[in-house]
Structure formats: structure tokens, C-alpha cells
């Protein structure tokens, strides 16, 4: 996808490091940066540089490589695989590519290992492409249906950033956007601002932006009277970690915003890569649920009017507060999930006849 007209990717391997767009400064600074060592893939990972849960893979992978460059020894691998594991415990991609490489490498000759480690972390991020890309023509005939029924704009509300930039191209709640947007659909995004972090407002309608869609950021509790009033026709959200029984874990918030669809018949509907699905936990009540630095919360960083970047205290300095980065949306109110072999219903029939993992 573009910015500033030029393509890219979220991470690639170029020079001999990893390079990655640091997402914390955008979208007022655009800046490359590189990943040397496996403590930066790790770093990158804590401290969102690269956030989403299938660009969260595809680091982890790089990772792995870099942990191989810097010391080829079963000791340092596995050690360097486990904390690239518990960087983010929520986003399961983290946990399948770490696993994923391990596997590929366990039976290949020492002086080998490198080339194909950075080989097979290229052969992640090319798959995700590809299945994002095809998330995005199986969900691009939802909204061509709704445009051909309504014969206007087709408003979509969309949670956090599920966009290019958490993914390594075409994003995956945003990927139908873009394929009716390319096929001369006019759409229109509701962007919810998504804090703490404010990952709708940075980055969402920042890559909307450069591709020309018109989008219009909102609080993340405005999309509930935006449905009362009719003005959403469907709501598309990613997902850190979908269940085989079909409930999804995502931003929080998403679960709200599944609530008010489910109230007011607007389809809401869940944008995934099969590599986002464990296969494993039954009970969401199981998964993992990262709480992250209450600062976040407390602090907003903004330009100033001097174009200058400042970190200012909101909060007052005595409260205490929580925050908690994910919550369960459970299958009951998502009306369908869009992976790349297609749209299923979000449940364990569903999925097993998408998929023969079941």
C-alpha cells in the first residue's frame, strides 16, 4: 500500500536487517527502522513499533533470524524463541510463527540455518499477503451487495487498526475497503478513535488518507447512535485471536460495538487470516488477556502547535487506573467471519467447513 504515493510493505529484509515503519511515530513522522538483533524484533514487538497480530508474526519470524545471525546456538534460539513468545501473550500469530519457524529449522544443517530462516520468514509475510488479499475479494462482495441494494455510499465502522499496518499489506478489516474502493464502490469508514493508544485516529485514517478513501474519525462510543440513526451498513473489525468455537478476541471495545450491531440488525462481521485462529483453546475465558502500562491511559502524545511532538499528563496525578488491551466478543453476535477460503458463520461448524484443521 502507499504513503506518500510510494509503496510498502510494514517489514522487509534489505542490507542485511530487518526494517520495519515505526508505528508509534505516525502519522506525523514517517520513519524506517532497523532491527539488528533479536532483543530489537523483541523490543519492537513490547513496545508496538509493530503491532497487529499478523505483522506481530512476521516480526517474530524476522526474530528468529536475527537470534540465528547473532549467535547459532540451540540454547540462544530457544531462548530468544521464548521471549519473542511472551513479547504480547494476547495476539496468537506471535506463538504460531515462533513455532512455525522452530519446526522448519529443526532438521536443517547448522551452516544452512540462516538462509533459511530468513527464506522462510519472507515465505510468512508473502502468505499473509496473499491471504489478506483474498480476505479482501471474499469480503469486497458484501459491500458490493449492500452498494447494488442501497445505490449510495456504503458506511463502514471499523475498530482500532486492522488496516495494511497491522498486517504486511492490504490489512485485513480494511482489505474489502480497498477492493470496492479500487472497483469504483464509493465507501465511506467510520473510524473509531480507539484509545488508549489511538490506533483508529494514527493509523487507521492515516492509511485511508493516502489511498484517497473518505473516512471520519469518531470516539470509540459514538458508533452505538451512529447505528440507532442507520448511518453504518456494516461493521468490519480484525482479531488478535479467534477461537475454533468461533469467538473472537480483539481490541477492546470491539465487544461493545458488536453489542449495539446486534441491537440495531447491522451486521458485524470479523476479518481473519487463518493463521489468527487457535485451533487449541475451547474457552475464551482461557486466553490470555494483556494488561499494559496504565500510562498509556494517563498520557496523550500530540503535536503542538509549534509542530513539536509532547507527551502530556490527562489523568490527575493520584487516580489509579486499568488497562486492559482485548476483550472477548463472543460467536453469537458476529454474523460472519471472512477468512481467505471465504466467509464462514463464526462457530466450530463453521470453521470446519472452511477448514480441515477440525
Known amino acids: 500500500m502507499r504513503i506518500a504515493g510510494k509503496e510498502y510493505r510494514t517489514i522487509w529484509y534489505e542490507d542485511d536487517v530487518v526494517k520495519i515503519i515505526d508505528q508509534t511515530k505516525l502519522p506525523h513522522n514517517f520513519i524506517i527502522k532497523d532491527l539488528e538483533t533479536v532483543d530489537h524484533a523483541v523490543n519492537a514487538i513490547k513496545s508496538m513499533e509493530v ?5 506481530i508474526g512476521a516480526t517474530a519470524a524476522f526474530g528468529i533470524a536475527l537470534a540465528i545471525k547473532e549467535n547459532n546456538d540451540l540454547k540462544f534460539i530457544k531462548k530468544s524463541s521464548e521471549k519473542l513468545v511472551n513479547a504480547r501473550p494476547t495476539a496468537i500469530n506471535l506463538q504460531w510463527a515462533v513455532h512455525r519457524m522452530n519446526n522448519k529449522l529443526s532438521f536443517i544443517k547448522s551452516e544452512n540455518l540462516f538462509d533459511v530462516a530468513i527464506n522462510e520468514a519472507k515465505e510468512i509475510c508473502n502468505e499473509d499477503i496473499n491471504f489478506c488479499e483474498n480476505i479482501g475479494l471474499e469480503g469486497f462482495k458484501i459491500i458490493e451487495k449492500i452498494y447494488n441494494q442501497k445505490k449510495k455510499t456504503v458506511n463502514i465502522l471499523t475498530h482500532c487498526n486492522a488496516g495494511w499496518l497491522a498486517t504486511i499489506n492490504w490489512g485485513t478489516a480494511t482489505s474489502p475497503i480497498y477492493h470496492a474502493h479500487k472497483k469504483g464502490i464509493p465507501v465511506h469508514v467510520w473510524v473509531d478513535e480507539t484509545r488508549p493508544r489511538n490506533q483508529g485516529a494514527n493509523l487507521t485514517s492515516f ?3 493516502e489511498e484517497g478513501i473518505p473516512n471520519t474519525i469518531i470516539t470509540d ?17 480484525g482479531t488478535d485471536r479467534t477461537l475454533s468455537t468461533g469467538d473472537v478476541c480483539n481490541k477492546i471495545g470491539t465487544y461493545l460495538k458488536a453489542l449495539a ?21 475451547k474457552d475464551y475465558n482461557e486466553i490470555p488477556i494483556e494488561e499494559r502500562d496504565a500510562e498509556e491511559l494517563s498520557y496523550i502524545e500530540g503535536k503542538d502547535d509549534k509542530n513539536n511532538i509532547k507527551k502530556v499528563l490527562i489523568y490527575p496525578e493520584r487516580s489509579k487506573s486499568m488497562n486492559l488491551a482485548f476483550d472477548i466478543t463472543p460467536a453469537k453476535y458476529v454474523t460472519g467471519l471472512i477468512t481467505e477460503k471465504g466467509i464462514c458463520k463464526a462457530s466450530t461448524n463453521g470453521l470446519k467447513q472452511m477448514f480441515s484443521k477440525l
Open 207 to 209: 492509511e485511508l488518507n
Open 221 to 237: 462510543n459514538t458508533g452505538g447512535i451512529l447505528m440507532q440513526r442507520g448511518e453504518v451498513d456494516m461493521c468490519i473489525v
Open 261 to 281: 450491531a446486534y441491537d440495531n440488525n447491522v451486521p458485524f462481521y470479523v476479518a481473519l487470516p487463518s493463521s489468527t485462529i487457535d485451533w487449541e483453546t
Open 51 to 55: 503491532r497487529g497480530a499478523p505483522l
